[in-house]
């Protein structure tokens, strides 16, 4: 019986961690959305908007200098996911050819690009000489290959029988059919998991943006919304009710709130991909 | 029989021509992504600025970035910074892990997880948008006005945390906290939901109460996890830069530019002609520093993993 109490008096101490715990994660989020749409600058933390009005969205949306960068976001998400994807299945397609000559030649050939790489200089200068940078080619396609998602889709392909090859190649399947056939509808968590992945890199990506890209012309919207935060790109605030502190928030949940709608359905996804890489490697 | 040896490989090459063409984009992106810029690691050994040819000096980069006192500091900032976060993360996403598990109510659960999970997938760039907000010395950042309502303050000596250089480190491992933990005890529930609850029970039959059953069952279950956490990403500290460079300023080089940052400054914003020489220098110590940590590590990871390295 005094076992027992003690033991609810952990759960509950437990649970106010945890309630706490979740308030912080939260309270710097909420801070973001109540300014965002509160047209005075908030001090302090406000439960609600003082004076509530949508001119911070308006304002960003109205502005032409912004929907561009957010078009080109969405542009090099989609095709730089699609590229990547093609790249790790075939890649992992062939790393499971145990038999193939030159197999182990190919899957070294890959990880040793983990272990050392030429720097960022070198890479520049590759990429510069490409005439790649300055285009929208290099942040789509240099984030392609991806070795660690590449080995992470080859442990998920080893796991499919191999009767289902031996059995394709009978009936005349050439390893392209196979691959299309077979392999890549059986394995659709794993490409669910490592597209998101993929996609999710390629919509926060900024590095590869301040590296290789001078024009703004070219800028997505992270590139955007680093210049306005660092107040050196705000858009013009005069005519509309919203201050500048205003517009940088709302700027700020444009740019995650296509995720955070679609990130609770989604989540078990993200964990099964980690749970991939962890089971074997 | 070498001969027939020969015609084997020969037929088996032709057996699996179609995976040499399925192949053929990986290797196309490797070789040009990856293997060209390896050749550009000659530009160490010589002056090039990227316009004239590289005139050949050397090893006079080197000697001159090891008499350079910012590659020293960004090279100690550098190891530094990713060790201690990396132990501070991890050692709050055990501790985080280890509560979370004894949640019984799965419904609390899952919501705890979900929104705990939720700052890892937001970029560097919103995060630090974000904080530098929150942690502006302005009256709109939330903090100093807490600090500031609570009489931790005097309303004219608020504190610009992000520029300065007392304040900036752990202001970045609180964010980095904040940002890492809740996604990083995913690897850690995986391993505690693997452990037998037989194990559990048996204890409970020899009187072990709760602490006593996670010091001496969920934690020991736990220790090979965290290490495999470790070594992993120890290979991976040398490659700082996303996170110092966007939370980072001018008035806080010191304690924060990085190896990956002193790089990128000294080629890109040095306001005079770029030496691409000594920076290709500069990165090559620190792949070179890099390769051998992961070395290490695997080695290490051999020992620990039951033989599985981690490349």
């Known amino acids: ?54 001119d911070g969205y308006a304002n960003v949306f109205s502005n032409p200098t912004l929907l561009r960068p957010l078009i080109i976001s969405f542009i090099t998400t989609i095709a730089g996911t699609l590229i990547a994807l093609t790249l790790s299945t075939l890649g992992a397609y062939v790393l499971i050819q145990w038999d193939m000559p030159g197999r182990n030649f190919f899957a ?15 890479t520049y200068l590759v990429l510069r000489g490409l005439h790649l940078t300055n285009t929208l080619w290099v942040v789509i396609l240099f984030p392609a290959l991806n070795v660690y998602n590449l080995v992470l889709m080859r442990n998920f392909f080893e796991g499919i029988p191999q009767s289902l090859f031996e059995s394709a190649t009978l009936d005349g399947c050439s390893p392209m059919q196979t691959f299309i056939r077979i392999v890549l509808p059986m394995s659709k968590a794993a490409l669910a998991s490592i597209g998101l992945m993929f996609a999710v890199t390629y919509w926060n990506d900024y590095t590869h943006y301040k590296l290789y890209i001078t024009d703004s012309k070219w800028y997505n919207f992270q590139m955007k919304l680093r210049g306005m935060v660092m ?46 890489g962890a089971v074997k490697e | 029989m070498k001969e027939k040896k020969k015609n084997n490989t020969m037929a088996k090459i032709y057996k699996y021509r179609g995976f040499y063409l399925m192949f053929l984009p990986v290797f196309v992106f490797a070789i040009i992504f990856f293997y060209a810029p390896m050749l550009g690691i000659r530009y160490a050994f010589t002056d090039y600025n990227g316009i004239k040819e590289p005139t050949f000096t050397g090893i006079q980069n080197f000697l001159r970035m090891f008499s350079m006192h910012n590659f020293w500091s960004a090279f100690w900032n550098t190891i530094q910074i990713s060790i201690i976060k990396l132990l501070l993360t991890t050692a709050f996403a055990v501790i985080v892990s280890i509560l979370l ?20 997938f937001m970029s560097w760039v919103v995060t630090a948008s974000i904080f530098s907000l929150i942690l502006s010395p302005s009256s709109s950042g939330l903090v100093n006005t807490f600090l500031v309502n609570i009489g931790v303050l005097d309303a004219n000596s608020t504190i610009y945390f992000l520029g300065t250089s007392k304040w900036w480190r752990p202001a970045y491992y ?26 559990y029970e048996a204890a409970a039959i020899d009187g072990a109460g709760r602490w006593a059953k996670m010091r001496y069952i969920t934690f020991p279950q736990l220790r090979n996890t965290i290490l495999t956490v470790i070594i992993l990403n120890l290979a991976k500290v040398m490659n700082l830069f996303e996170s110092a460079f966007v939370l980072q300023n001018n008035a806080v080089l010191d304690v924060a530019n990085v190896l990956e940052t002193y790089i990128y400054y000294q080629s890109f914003n040095s306001g005079s002609i770029p030496n691409y020489g000594y920076t290709t220098a500069v990165g090559l110590f620190k792949s070179l520093v890099g390769c051998v940590l992961v070395l ?8 620990v993993r039951e033989g599985r390295g981690i490349v």
């Open chain 2, 296 to 303: 290490v590590c695997n080695h290490w990871s051999k020992k």
């Open chain 1, 231 to 276: 107040g050196s790109d705000l858009p013009p605030t005069s005519g509309s009710n919203a201050t500048e502190n205003t517009v940088k928030n709302a700027a700020i949940i444009i740019v995650i709130i296509p995720f955070m709608i679609l990130y609770p359905f989604l989540q078990k996804y993200f964990v099964k991909g980690v749970n991939i």
């Open chain 2, 174 to 199: 609180i964010i980095n906290i904040w940002k890492e933990t809740g996604w990083q005890t995913v690897i850690f529930m995986a391993t505690l939901a693997g452990i037998n609850t037989d194990l």
């Open chain 1, 1 to 54: 019986m005094k076992r027992k109490k003690k033991i609810s008096a952990f759960q509950i101490i437990n649970g106010l961690i945890f309630i706490i715990l979740a308030f912080i994660i939260l309270i710097p989020m909420w801070k973001v959305i109540v300014d965002s749409f509160d047209l005075h600058t908030a001090y302090g933390m406000k439960l609600w908007p003082e004076s509530f009005g949508l």
């Open chain 1, 108 to 122: 070294n050939m890959l990880l040793f690009t983990m272990i050392f790489n030429g720097g960022m200089i070198p």
């Open chain 2, 101 to 120: 598990n004894e949640i019984a109510n799965l419904l609390f659960k899952k919501v705890v997880q979900t929104i705990i999970y939720l700052p890892h």
